[in-house]
């Protein structure tokens, strides 16, 4: 199986001596678009900027394309790009000079290859505008373009779609969408809105208290009431993996040392027994709730779904 493009390991951060962060551990992998929801102060800020190196770990590591952010930061780090803060942009200048400007920051940096981000988030015909006159959302976007110059393969974002109007959200998701289907770039989206993520993600991980509490992937399947979801502690993991999803049939995915996957309650035992009877051994099963929404409202509050 294809190495994850990012490994978040057993990562804490402690500040003024209080537990901000208190051990997360999960992957993302190629193409993929990973939502890490939770409400105000969950931690989604203080683990990306982990993530992009704008702050140090307590504890534990994160690995990019093979590199350790603790040991290999700048060869780590060159594969990230990231919008954290609100990007510079100068009001008065052209969205092309503004990417100029920026691209001379970066050793390499084409003008096709200037053209080439413009155009992956649809700002094509848009370059000779002065910023002054772009809408929020198209600000926005010339800030992705901006994190895509130096061709990094992890797009970090936090809470991009904040303040903008329902079809500046919707051009922002569908550019996303694009940017993990097309261009295989791994992005990973911060929000406080399940609705919005559901839309965006492949898979959403609930982080509340500075502790991711789920995984989930979203798909159609999920919304069945009779499916559960699942995790499984089994080895050989891949030769389970191949055999559970000939049994689901469909995609069982690999969290660290687990397989999750979703399958009607009354199956599990069958799965079960087949596992074993092909020589698997199971170290444990563990049936979570089923839909993302009933789990978010039961850790968030109805506050949480807008
Ligand atoms: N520099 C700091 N000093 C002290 N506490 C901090 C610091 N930075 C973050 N915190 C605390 O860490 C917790 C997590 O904050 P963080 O900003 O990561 O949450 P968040 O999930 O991004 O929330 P929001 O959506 O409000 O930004 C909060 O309780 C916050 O008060």
Redesign the pocket.
């Known amino acids: 199986m294809e190495q994850p493009v990012m490994q978040i390991k057993k990562v804490k951060k402690t500040?003024?001596n209080?537990p901000?962060i208190k051990g997360i551990d999960f992957s993302i992998n190629s193409g993929e678009v990973f939502g890490f929801l939770?409400?105000?102060?969950?931690?989604?800020?203080?683990?990306?900027?982990m993530m992009v190196g704008l702050m140090k770990l307590t504890d534990g590591d994160i690995v990019i394309k093979g590199h350790s952010i603790q040991k290999e930061y700048k060869q780590a780090i060159k594969h990230v790009g990231a919008i954290v803060e609100n990007p510079e942009m100068y009001p008065f200048m052209s969205g092309w000079k503004n990417l100029l400007h920026y691209s001379r920051m970066i050793p390499g940096i084409t003008k096709e290859r200037i053209k080439e981000v413009a155009r992956l988030v649809g700002l094509e015909n848009r370059l000779k505008d002065k910023v002054g006159k772009y809408s929020l959302g198209m600000r926005q976007r010339l800030g992705i373009a901006q994190a895509l110059l130096h061709n990094p393969s992890v797009l970090i974002l936090?809470?991009p779609t904040n303040g903008l109007d329902p079809s500046g959200i919707r051009e922002i998701r569908s550019y996303i969408r694009r940017l993990a289907e097309e261009e295989g770039v791994a992005v990973i989206v911060?929000s406080?809105i399940l609705s919005e993520m559901e839309m965006m993600c492949d898979r959403i991980g609930i982080?509340k208290n500075?502790e991711v509490i789920s995984i989930q992937s979203v798909n159609d399947a999920l919304q069945e009431s009779d499916q559960k979801e699942v995790r499984l502690e089994v080895t050989p993991l891949m030769k389970a993996k191949e055999m559970v999803e000939e049994f689901i049939g469909r995609e069982a995915v690999v969290e660290q040392d687990t397989l999750l996957f979703q399958i009607k309650r009354e199956d599990i035992p069958f799965l079960i027994k087949e596992l074993v009877h092909n020589q698997m051994d199971v170290f444990s099963v563990n049936v979570n709730r089923t839909t993302l929404e009933e789990k978010f409202l039961d850790l968030i509050g109805e506050g949480a779904i807008e």
């Not at 939770?38 to 900027?49: D, F, L, S, Y």
């Open positions: 500040i003024n209080k901000i939770g409400p105000n102060g969950a931690g989604k800020t203080t683990t990306i900027r936090d809470e911060s406080h982080i500075g």
